[in-house]
Every structure is written in C-alpha cells, then in structure tokens.
C-alpha cells in the first residue's frame, strides 16, 4: 500500500483536532514527520490548533520554532492560529512578541492580536494596537466595543460605538449587541434609547434578530413598559426573545405576568433553557408564588429535561425564605448536588434575619465565614440578629470583632444618567468633579425639607 499523502495526513490530524483529541493528532503529526512527509501552511495551522487546544506552551513554542527552522511559509492564518494558541496557553507576552516580529500583518491578524489582548483583558494594549492599526474594519471595532463592555467599562464601550458611527464603517448586529448589552449593564437607558432609534432608522431590526437584546436593555434600565411593547410587536417569539420578557418581568417584580409568559411560551412549544428556569423561579420568589414555584422546581428535570444549577437552588432558597419556611430551606441547601456559595448562604441568613431564627443563623453566619473570613457582612447581620433577642454580649463581641480586625463593608453605588452620560457615587467618595456643587444642592434641599416639615408638622 503506497504511502498516504499530505492531504490525507492533514485530514487525519484535523479529524482529531475537531474530536477534542490533541494529544493524538500531535503524535500522528510526529508519525509523518517520521516517515519525511513535510508539512505545509494548513498542516501546520491544524497542529499549532491542537498545542492550542492542549495548553501546553512549551509544546506550541516547539511547533513555532519548526515552523522557523523548516521554512514553512507562514500566511495570516497560520499567524492568527500561533496567536491565538499562546493566549489559549496562558501566555500573551509570547504571543504579542510573534506578533511583532511576523512579516505577516494584515487585517485578520491585527484583530486577533486585538481580541486576544482584550480576552486576556489587558486593555491598555488592546487599545494601544487598536490606535496604532494601519487599516480597521468592522471586526477591528467590535473586538473594542466587546473588549470594553465584557470587563464593566461600559462608558468607554458606548464611547468607541458613536466614534465608529461617524467613521466609515456601519455598525453590524455584532456590533449593536455589544453596544446594548453595555447599556444594559450601565443603565444608560438614554443612550440605550438613543441606539434603538438607530437601529430603527436604519433599518437593522427588520428580522427582529435585535430584539431580544433590547427587550433585556429596556428592562435593566427600568423601562418595562417598553420592554413588553417590544416584544408583543416582536415577529420573532424565539427562546431568547420568551426568556429576556420572563426575566424583565421577574426583575421587576410582576411575576404573575411573567408566569402568563411562560405558559404562551409553552403553549407556542418553544423549549425553556436554564436560563428561563433562572427567571421563573425568580417571579416566583418576587411575587410570592411558593406552590408554584415547588411545582416548576420539581419539574425542571421531569417536565423540561434540564438539571438544576446553583442558580437554580438560590432562587428557590430566596423564595422559601422570603415566606419564613427557613426549615424546608435549610433542607434544600444540605440536600444540594454541589456546595452552596455565598449568595445562598447570604439570602438564607438574610430570612433569619427577617424572621429572628438565631439557631439557624448561626448555622448560615458560620457557612458564610468559612467562605470569606474577611467579609463583615455575616457578622453583622448575625449581630442584628443576636440584638433582636436581646442577646447584647453576642451582639456587641461581633461588633467589636469586626472593628478589631478592620473588617470594612464593600461601599454601596448609586448612579444616575443625565444627558446620556451615567454618574456613579460610591459611599463616602468625594472624587466626582462636581462634589461641591452637588453637597451644595444637598444642603439647600435638606433646608428646604426643614422649612417645609416646619410649616406642615404632622
């Protein structure tokens, strides 16, 4: 039988590259270097994806340096390829030094060079490769606009998406769900607005593929109402559109409602996600539902074919404990398939806070100290606890822990948006630039209130 040839062995490698078999298509790589069949770009590529896929970098700088040694023409595919396997193996510094050094830069490789440095959140260089580009495109810009939006710098997203706009590129959908996905998360309903009304003026929404993302924004800005208007002129009642309408809705406390969704939801036999069962869990917990949300908890797996996740188990243990059964909550946590985390056991002792349980606070207050020992929050709220029952000493020795060892709460945010720009205050923070003009107005408003409560006393 003659020797198989160079396709077939790229094949071969490739096959067990898409299997998620990396070790085996590196060893079939070192067969045919064995028997002299020399590899070319898109072997190479295949293999550098398997070093890639297994992590191990001492394996991909091997490749990389056979690539230089053999002579292997290198094109911007295997150059994007070699980058981003050093990102997948841990490495940046060594893909960012390739990347200087490749003759190879057109496009496609700047943008992978781009992405991996945003992935690797390292923004600095990520903006710095992105002024220094030769020639953008739209993928240039919406590795940015993700890039910023995915590690919470949400102004400087919204910021690169109206530079675009009045560049010469037109934003894609890609574009516009990164763009509202920041808006979401910001609460830049104004600026959330303002990219709706170009998505509809420019006729970008005709599929209603957007739909779903602004069903999601509108909701975590605050608007409901216009949340429900979109989706009920929504040509496009897909998972996603059914899912954002439910959570919007539990969001905002109207569960029944959304409970109503989720039944057209099925009556369309359109199948729930995780993600839906996250969001009927939770209108049922906002709204007080307990039966309900027994029933669709215990269908999850029967009905819906979907195991519960933690995600699943916070819901039902803040509803349990919303309507005072800490017991059965109790049970549920113990009865968990994996480890409670921290929000469980808050929400949880959260309820015996509200309902004066002390033998199962301490239970939860301990949980939450194992956690994170440096997080006040347990002991003050078992302390609260413990002063409800006149249990002063327990009280006050938690109080005098936490001030001993310097324990300080994270400080609580506020934020307001004005004019499309969102302003964010933290506790005690004075470094916003008009902190003197607004604990002016305080002041005048505090007085104001005074005279007021003057005038009309109770």
Known sequence: MPQPGLVLWTLMIRAYVCLTLPGEALELFRTM?????????VAV?????????????????????????????????????????????????????????????????????????LEHNNLDL?????????ERDVASWNSMIRGFANVGQYE??????????ISVFRPNTLTLLSTLSACASHGALEAGGWIHSYVNNNDLNRDGSLDSSLID?????????????????????????WTSIICGLAMHGHGKKALCYFSEMNESQVSS????????LSACAHAGLIEQGRRYFQSMEKVFGLVPKIEHYGCMVDLLGRMGCLK??????????????EIIWGSFLSACRVYNNVELGEVAARRLLELDPRDPWGRVMLSNIYAEEAKYDRSMGLRKEIKEKGLKKSPGCSSIEINGSVHGFLVEDNSHPCYNE?????????????????????
Not at 126 to 134: I, R, Y
Not at 156 to 165: K, V
């Open 33 to 41: 270097r064995r028997v002299g069949v020399m590899p070319d770009m």
């Open 156 to 165: 400087e997203a919204l910021a690169l998406f109206h530079d675009m706009e």
């Open 126 to 134: 990520g903006k710095q490769l992105f002024d220094s580009m030769p």
């Open 273 to 280: 996600d995780e993600v839906t069962m996250v969001g009927v």
């Open 438 to 458: 607004i604990n002016s107005m305080l002041e005048k408003i505090e007085k104001l209130m005074k005279h007021i409560v003057v005038l009309n006393p109770m």
């Open 45 to 117: 590529a295949t293999v550098i994806s398997a070093s890639g896929l297994l992590g191990d970098l001492g394996i991909a700088k091997t490749i990389h340096c056979f690539i230089e040694k053999s002579g292997v023409e290198v094109d911007a595919f295997v150059s994007s390829t070699l980058i981003n396997t050093y990102r997948e193996c841990g490495s940046l510094t060594d893909a960012y030094r390739f990347f200087q050094e490749t003759a190879m830069k057109n496009t496609v490789v700047w943008n992978t060079m781009i992405h991996q440095s």
């Open 217 to 241: 924004m509108y909701s975590k800005c605050g608007d409901i109402a216009k949340a429900i208007q979109i989706f009920e002129e929504s040509p496009r009642r897909d998972l996603f559109t």
């Open 328 to 341: 059965e909550a109790y049970d549920l946590i113990m009865g968990m398939l994996m480890e409670a985390n």
